[in-house]
């Protein structure tokens, strides 16, 4: 049973809704999804809502943007029927996720800084004006051929084929790439996981153009962050209120 102090206070829906510009059936989907506790109602049937219920609102609110409609959602819900344990592991797993999305950006950063470009190959090796084998490539990068020959089919390079013999020609842009592709496997990530990096930085012309997605990508998590510490703070009165 909750037990709340100031019970005799009542708050309509639109009290609530209004305060933080939502519709009053917006409220009633939140009592009903169980994001909020259930309310009382009037000799004539009507919900009465609380300063319990207010803050529960206030909690949810500012759960929401660090993390997520659905867990803070499931944090609400776990609070409500006093499953507080359960709450609290929820959290700790979106925290979990959260420096899991730090290091994979410090990942990216760091491979990225590593792209020294490639030393040109031997004239032998050149099939073209910039380009190199297979076999040269691999030789550099410390991998094997049939790894560069993975990679293409997983989408993470192009190269061409020279018309004469057939042979894969590495030009400047797919040697990027495959150095690229060759630090984030070092760093434990997949080929799945890659593509979609690889694919930006070829769209963006090269990764210089990425340091203002890297900052958009470091400004959010540390908002990100900052929402966290704001929903914990909601969440600890929310919990104070309930007793």
Do not use: C
């Not at 639109?14 to 939502?22: E, K, P, T």
């Not at 004239?123 to 004006?129: E, I, K, L, R």
């Not at 203002?212 to 969440?235: N, P």
């Amino acid at each position: 049973m909750v037990r709340n102090p100031q019970s005799g206070v009542r708050l309509r829906p639109v009290d609530l809704a209004r305060r933080h510009g939502l519709s009053t059936q917006a409220i009633r989907n939140y009592e009903e999804a169980g994001i909020l506790p259930a309310a009382g109602r009037t000799p004539h049937g009507y919900r009465a809502y609380t300063p319990l219920h207010a803050q529960a609102l206030h909690a949810f609110l500012a759960l929401v943007p660090g993390h997520g409609h659905r867990t803070a959602a499931s944090v609400m819900r776990a609070v409500n029927r006093d499953a507080v344990d359960e709450a609290f592991r929820l959290i700790d797993e979106s925290h979990a996720q959260l420096l899991d999305d730090r290091r994979t950006l410090q990942t990216v950063e760091r491979a990225l800084r590593d792209l020294e470009p490639i030393t040109a190959p031997e004239p032998a090796s050149v099939p073209g004006p910039g380009g190199t084998f297979i076999g040269p490539l691999a030789a550099k990068l410390g991998i094997r051929p049939a790894t560069l020959r993975k990679w293409e089919r997983a989408g993470l390079m192009s190269p061409r084929r020279d018309p004469r013999t057939g042979y894969r020609v590495y030009e400047e842009a797919d040697v990027r790439d495959a150095r690229l592709a060759h630090q984030l496997r070092r760093g434990g990530y997949l080929l799945e996981q890659i593509a979609p990096l690889i694919a930006r930085v070829r769209a963006a012309g090269g990764p210089e153009p990425l340091e203002a997605t890297l900052r958009d990508w470091r400004g959010r998590l540390s908002a990100r962050g900052r929402a966290m510490l704001t929903g914990a703070a909601e969440l600890e009165a929310y919990l104070r209120r309930r007793g």
